[in-house]
Nanobody, 117 residues
Framework: QVQLVESGGGLVQPGGSLRLSCAAS????????MGWYRQAPGKQRELVAT???????NYADAVKGRFTISRDNAKNTVYLQMASLEPEDTAVYYC???????????WGQGTQVTVSS
């Protein structure tokens, strides 16, 4: 079965850094567009960053210059390096995989990121 497992979340102080990982199994990883999304309580889920099967990267304006998305196809893993974290970054972060052929989506269960003093 398809499984996406996020890790790396936790509590961090404002200005700190954190790296999230999403390990995929049950898919041909190179055929998937990967993305990170986040959802804060009472708010809609929003795109954070995506990286295409060919390497095309897109960031939300709110995280440009602070977050970096990358992928390692050999490890079936996508990463989100987060720096200069702000309280507004507090959310559950979800990993998403989209099949580039049939456009079917798969979601991880999320990992909590809390930015607080």
């Amino acid at each position: 079965q398809v499984q996406l497992v996020e890790s790396g979340g936790g509590l961090v102080q404002p200005g700190g850094s954190l790296r999230l990982s999403c390990a995929a199994s049950g898919i041909i990883f190179s055929m998937y567009k990967m993305g990170w999304y986040r959802q804060a309580p009472g708010k809609q889920r929003e795109l954070v960053a995506t990286i295409g099967s060919g390497g095309t990267i897109n960031y939300a304006d709110a995280v440009k210059g602070r977050f970096t998305i990358s992928r390692d196809n050999a490890k079936n893993t996508v990463y989100l390096q987060m720096a200069s974290l702000e309280p507004e970054d507090t959310a559950v972060y979800y990993c998403k995989a989209t099949n580039v052929l049939n456009r079917r989506d798969y979601w991880g269960q999320g990992t909590q990121v809390t930015v607080s003093s």
